[in-house]
């Protein structure tokens, strides 16, 4: 299977290889450098033909190398790839963490707050409504009192008015026999 161009410069991106101390210039094989005769310069100078089994073991053996590197290296670069994303990981869970325990002490805390201010008010709206009962009982009782002395004061008027008709009439009847008597006392007076 051929590896499309893009993924290959992707693979084999040696950027940040300089900062990797185990991947050096001594790290590469003889055959890479320009004391190789298969690198000259000079193109009219070739190796011998015999020599072309040996290089092309030297060769094998070099890309075998160099693929033992590359593997090494991008070994290397996936493990730091893990460790990085597995730190990354951990800090934002733990800063999620953090920030979920500091939101939940914060609405813990305006729970409580608003919980607070909620009894203080309701404590507050029973005393009220106590009060008020209260009250209503006690204007009850002064109704209550009130028909009551109403109702002495109507039966009180009652009877003094008829007291007072009978005194009246007491009176009445008194004064008429008075005059009876005094007309039969000058009756006879004339009389007799």
Do not use: C
Request: hydrophobic share 35%; charged share 35%.
């Amino acid at each position: 299977m051929a590896v499309p161009k893009d993924e290959y410069l992707v693979l084999f991106d040696f950027d940040d290889e300089e900062d990797d101390p185990s991947v050096s210039e001594k790290a590469l094989p003889e055959v890479l450098t320009e004391k190789n005769p298969v690198f000259k310069k000079d193109k009219r100078k070739w190796p011998p033909a015999e020599a072309d089994e040996d290089m092309g073991d030297e060769i094998h053996t070099m890309l075998d190398k160099f693929g033992d590197e590359i593997n090494s290296s991008l070994l290397k670069k996936r493990r730091r790839v893990h460790m990085f994303s597995k730190t990354i990981s951990e800090e934002s869970s733990n800063k999620m963490k953090q920030v979920w325990k500091t939101k939940e002490e914060q609405m813990l805390q305006v729970n409580n707050k608003y919980y607070q201010q909620f009894m203080d008010l309701f404590n507050q709206w029973d005393l009220e409504k106590q009060k008020y009962e209260k009250q209503q009982k006690n204007l009850m009782i002064l109704k209550n009192m009130e028909g009551k002395n109403n109702n002495v004061h109507t039966a009180s008027f009652i009877e003094l008015k008829k007291e007072i008709a009978e005194y009246q009439k007491k009176y009445m009847i008194e004064t008429q026999q008075q005059e009876i008597a005094n007309i039969r006392k000058s009756l006879q007076s004339i009389l007799f």
